[in-house]
Structures are given as C-alpha cells and as structure tokens.
DNA sequence: TGTTGTTTTGCATAGCTATGCAATTTTCCG
DNA sequence: CGGAAAATTGCATAGCTATGCAAAACAACA
C-alpha cells in the first residue's frame, strides 16, 4: 500500500537562474579579507583585524571595514589560522551507540559545552572498533586539537592507537588508560554498593545482577560493586545472568525470558543500564507471570528519559551528565594548555541514586 | 544579525592559550611531508603523491616515503588543500532534540552515510533558532561544503539565513523552500490519511488528534492529513488537542490528562510522534482509567524504538530513515557536483505503517 | 648506440589570513 | 607650536600541501 516513494513523480526540481553573472564567480572564489580590503580602501591587515576582537583598530576604519564586508558577503575564513597556529579549534568526538538515550542526550551536552568554549565537534560515527583506526587518521588529517569519546575504549590495541596520536584524549567510563589519555569515569563501583544496600533495606533475598556485555568496563565495574555490596550486606550472593549480544531492550528482555526454563526466580534485579531493565521488567510480566515492584524490585543504571516514564517508573543511577561533562572538559582544557607533554587524568563523578516506584515494593 | 564579532569573543580565553601553542610548536612542530621528504631522501611532492592515490610514483619511491613517514609518525594534513581546492569535504549539521530517539538515530545514520561518501560532519548543536545565526557564521568559518540540517525549519526568517549563505543546504521535514535549499521530507499528510482509514476499518467514533507544537510544520501536515482522512471516512470529525511546550512525553501525558476535566472521551488517539503517544497511553490509564487498546486506540509517529517496546506496543509510522538519507544524500551530492548556481530540491518518502497492539481491539 | 615514447621526479607556486615590525598618523601636554 | 608618547596602519611573511610543467630517468625498439 505504501510503496517505495517514487520520487520522480514527487520530486519538483527548481533552478533559478543567476541575475548577475558575478555570484557565479563566488562560487569559484568565495569573497577574501583583500576583496574586502580593496572595497573598504584599507589594507588587507586592517579587515584581518576589524574581525579580531582586542587588535589595534580605530572605529572608524573597523566600521567601513564592516560596511565593505557586509556588502560584499564576506565571510573570515579560519583555514588559513589553522595552518599558521596549528590550532584548529576543532575536537574529534567518536561515538557510537546513540540508540542509547543516554548517549544522545550525553553526545548534546557535550557539543553545547565545547561550542560555548569556542571549540567546534568534528564527529566520526563508529559502528565497531574495526573502523576506529581509518576514522582517527581522517580525524587528524583535519588537525583536530584533541579527542572526546564516550566509546568504552576496551582493548589496549585501541588505547595504543590512540596514544600514538600524540593528541590530547578524553574518555567517558573507559577503565584504560595511557599517556595522552584522561577518563572521566561514573562512580560505577559505588553504585553498586549503594544499590545493594537499597535491596538489603528491603530485605531481598534472591538479588540478581543482570550484567552487559563483559567487554563493557563500566558494566563490569557495576557488578563487582553490586556483589561486594551483597556480600556486605549479608543478602545470599547475587545471581549472575549476561545478557547475549548489546546491552538493548532486547536483550535484557531475552535474558529474563531465558529464567523461566533455568527456574531461576529472582526477588531483585540490577541491570547493567536502564534500557535492559526495562526489558527485564516487561520480560517478567509477559513470560513469568512477576509483577515489578509487587514481585521483583529492579534498578537500572543511566536514568534515561524512559526511565521516568509512568509505565517503568524505573528507579535508576542518574551519571550526572552535566557535571561529568564539566569535567571532561577541565580534563580537556587542562591537556590543551599545557606544554608538559602527554596528560594522564582521571576523574570520578559520583552516580545519584533515583527512586523511583520499581524499588517500591508494596508487600 | 549575524554577529560575526559576538562568536569572535567567545574564543578568546581559548585563542590566548593558542600562542603559547604556537610558540611551542616551534619546538614540537607537527611533522611534515617535508621532514619526511628529507628523510627519505626524495623531494616534497613525491611525499604527497606517496599518499594521494592514483599519482604518478614508482613503487620503489613509495615505499621509501611511506618508510620514513612511518617511523617519524607522520600523519598527512589536509588544511593546505583546502585552501588550494576551496573544498573542505566537510558538512555543518545542525542537529536539536536529540532527546527524540528519532533524531538520535537519524544522525546516526547520516553520519555514517557522510563518512562513506568521504565528507566529514562539523556538528552544531543548537538550543534554540536564536543561536541559529551564530552557530551558522562558526560553520561557515571552517569553509564547509553544505549544511544538513533536522531541524524543522520553521520561520521564513532562518530560510533566508541559509540562503545568504550561498552555500547547498539539505532540510530534513522542513515545509519553507528557497534557493539553495533542498529538503527530504516523509509523507506526512499521506500518512495522516492512512491513519484515518485504519481507523475508520475499526469503526472509531470519537477520533483525536494529539498536535505538536504549531511551530512544526510537519505535525502540522500530519494533522491536516489526518483530519481530511477522518472527513473522508465519514467518521464525525476529529477533535484537535494540542500540547503545550514541546511534543515530549510530559506534554503528552499532560495534554491527555486535562481531557478529564473537559469531559472529552475519546475513542481513538492519532499523535504527532511516538514520546508523545507514550504520555498519552500513561496517561489515559492513569488519568483516567482508559485502557490502550481496549478502550482507545492510539497511533504515533516516527516508530522509536521504545515503539516497540512491550509496555506501549504502539502502532507507529516508520520515516524509514534509511531511505530519507540516502536521498538526502543524493540531494547532497547533486547540489554539490553542479556549477549552475542554487539548487532546490524536493524529496519525499512515503512512511510505513507498522501495525502493533495499541491498534488492536480486542473488543 | 641512437631515437622515440613513457614514466617518474623535482621545481615552483598558489591558496588566505594573522602578526611582528616599521612607518605613519593622531593625541597629548608643556 | 613643538615634541614626545600613543595609537593606528601597511608591509611582508609564514604556514603546508597539491599540482602544472619541465626536466630527467627509463624503457623499447630499430
């Protein structure tokens, strides 16, 4: 019924023609601080400076300066800088994942603060770390200034290549770490403890950690502190279930869903990140007859957007986005404005505990 | 209007530190193809057609550059050539609301389609249209090549904006044309259309359409698609309930939780995109005691994948995201290969109805 | 070997702006 | 008004690579 668009029926094609035969030259040859130069009667030093804030220019020159400029469509152009300054002002941000809410709304504040510190984002996509090699040189051939990346950096092959860069690199939760490369990591190890704590509170007695894939640092970081904290607690040792495949919806879906053959029936659940319990949670009603909190209590991790939505009420570990952002870029600045050599910082921010009603129980 | 001086000032703090940079650079200077020419024994060109694939070099030479390039870590550097070309191979994308996951993965996949075409994405994140012009003068400062932008072009004001830039731009949904601007857009009113037949298949009596903000002209067109869709089916005619704010999941919610008071009940709920569809459902239970399907029926828009998550299991239109890339990439690269001046373009993409639970009455 | 044709190499340059320095103009003050 | 100080302006250049063109090396062939 809805077939493929077709788009030459739907397509209406508009070209408008040149009134003057001049523009077409602006293609060729966008308009130059000389062009301007020449317009205004001034020297080419004197529009350079009408665009530099703080330079040596009287009102007068600087306002015909405008005036030619504004005529003429002039545009500075910050190519030529680069070279000179071998600044480009610009930052590589690799990320990948973005179907996780939380990496999205993390990818916007980033690129709002390093626009307001007058850094541009020069992004690179990356579906897996095969191509992360071929996406770091395309990203140095435009002379970035430093590399932000919320890719859990898993492999030492990876922080080598990274290194290799002789660039200034900031992580989100990447548990390695290198000359050049600073991490700022959520308190993941805490939270686990302080979730554990919360189901000993409760007085739940088959707690489960309900893991992401193992490659993930941070994932892992979140259990080990869930199992002390279980231990501390004095609760019977928490049950392992990983899930197969991403750390999705699906898959924490499919993973509770498994329980039912294993006989496995947890009272309490952690889930490696927000997306899976909301998985679990919908898994527990659909194929095991558990209602969540009546039945099984479950926190996830990342307090997504969804999180708070009335049909998981999920109660979560907030990353505290903005202030790990923040400090990712002191970690950022600090690497950028010293001549000392390769950085190595780290730099932990704590997780804030979200109650919300999956960890009410009603018993 | 366009400020450029206002962007200049904001970089200050960060250009102070770029002298010092420069300064160290001159002892830790970036290697160059000419360090590398030395080092290998040959003449500076050589070292570039070493690396420019398809000149004319003798193997044995490019095996010698390409020696000698790796042991001193030389990485080529792509500045110089933009000045020469004019051409920076780089696209500003201007990208808001990401806490839509329907925007999350678009630029996803855009990104993904740029780098294959070999274009790398300067990204510009912007709150709101005011900051608009200034992010614009930043992209225009790096010499990109276009803009593509999923921002709903609203305000005839922001069109010629971009027209004055005189450079191709490709609009995701957006309704305003003008020269140098090509857009992609889903089939937003044929969509409404066949959300008012299934509902008619149903026999639905008291239809509602949940508007977007007023200011999207695609909420709009799905709206008007929809209510002449209802006209034609001969169902009495939809009752139009706009949210205030944003079209998020709150307003959603809230939208739908003042219908209580107004005594308005209806049967069957067409919404402007998915988050808000998700607030209505949560909100028709909890507000007022409906049920989703059994006592409403409820449509989105955009199929996020918390669509398909089990707790809403919400009937969706799929942007087939894919297909509206790949042909604003067509547009892209059409807008880019042509000499004969501005190029406008328009593209639609029918959307595909995915038929999930909340449309099934089990009555 | 000489000649012609082909491949490879190096030279020289363009591309545009920011900035140090010197020259010039303006301002200030006695 | 004169001269010193300050402000402004212009000149010249650096920054690095891709490429047209000419020169050189090489290959093929008689």
Redesign the interface.
């Known amino acids: 019924?809805?077939?493929?668009?077709a788009?030459h029926d739907?397509?209406?094609?508009?070209?408008?023609?040149?009134k003057h035969a001049t523009?077409?030259n602006?293609?060729?040859?966008?308009v130059t601080s000389i062009d301007v130069a020449r317009a205004a009667g001034v020297s080419q030093s004197a529009v350079s400076r009408a665009?530099?804030?703080?330079s040596s220019i009287s009102a007068r020159t600087k306002q015909k300066v405008l005036a030619a400029a504004a005529s003429l469509?002039y545009?500075?152009?910050?190519?030529?800088a680069?070279?000179?300054?071998?600044?480009?002002?610009?930052v590589g941000?690799v990320i990948g994942g973005?179907?996780n809410?939380f990496y999205?709304?993390a990818?916007?504040r980033l690129?709002?603060a390093l626009?307001?510190?007058?850094?541009?984002?020069?992004?690179?996509?990356v579906?897996d770390a095969l191509t992360l090699d071929s996406?770091l040189?395309?990203l140095?051939?435009?002379?970035i200034d430093a590399i932000v990346t919320s890719l859990a950096i898993g492999s030492k092959a990876v922080v080598q290549a990274l290194s290799?860069l002789?660039l200034p690199v900031v992580c989100f939760n990447s548990s390695h770490v290198g000359p050049w490369i600073s991490t700022v990591n959520s308190n993941n190890h805490g939270a686990g403890l302080v979730a554990a704590r919360l189901l000993g509170r409760h007085g739940m007695q088959r707690p489960l950690w309900l893991a992401g894939p193992s490659r993930n640092s941070a994932s892992r970081a979140r259990g080990r502190g869930f199992c002390q904290g279980v231990r501390d607690t004095g609760i019977p040792s928490a049950r392992l279930v990983r899930v197969q495949g991403n750390d999705t919806?699906d898959s924490g879906?499919d993973a509770i869903a498994r329980l039912q053959k294993q006989g496995i029936r947890p009272d309490a659940i952690f889930s490696s990140n927000d997306m899976m319990a909301?998985?679990a949670?919908?898994a527990l009603?659909?194929c095991m007859g558990l209602h969540c909190p009546h039945d099984v209590a479950i926190m996830g991790y990342d307090n997504i957007?969804?999180a708070a939505?009335?049909?998981?009420d999920l109660t979560s570990f907030d990353q505290q986005t903005d202030q790990m952002v923040a400090r990712a870029m002191q970690l950022l600045d600090e690497a950028?404005?010293t001549?000392d050599g390769p950085v190595s910082r780290t730099c932990i921010v704590d997780a804030q505990l979200i109650e919300r009603g999956s960890t009410r129980a009603a018993r």
Not at 75 to 80: D, H, L, S
Not at 115 to 125: A, I
Not at 309 to 312: A, G, T
Request: proline share 6%; hydrophobic share 40%; glycine share 6%.
């Open positions: 019924m809805c077939d493929i668009a788009w739907c397509t209406v094609a508009v070209r408008l023609r040149a523009w077409e602006a293609i060729i040859r966008a665009f530099s804030p703080g469509g545009r500075p152009n910050r190519i030529p680069i070279m000179l300054s071998g600044r480009s002002f610009m941000v973005l179907e809410p999205a709304t990818l916007e690129a709002t626009r307001e510190s007058g850094l541009q984002v020069l992004l690179m996509h579906d996406a040189d395309r140095v051939s435009y002379r290799q002789r919806y879906y909301c998985g949670i919908d009603r659909e957007p969804q939505w009335r049909s998981y950028l404005g001549q």
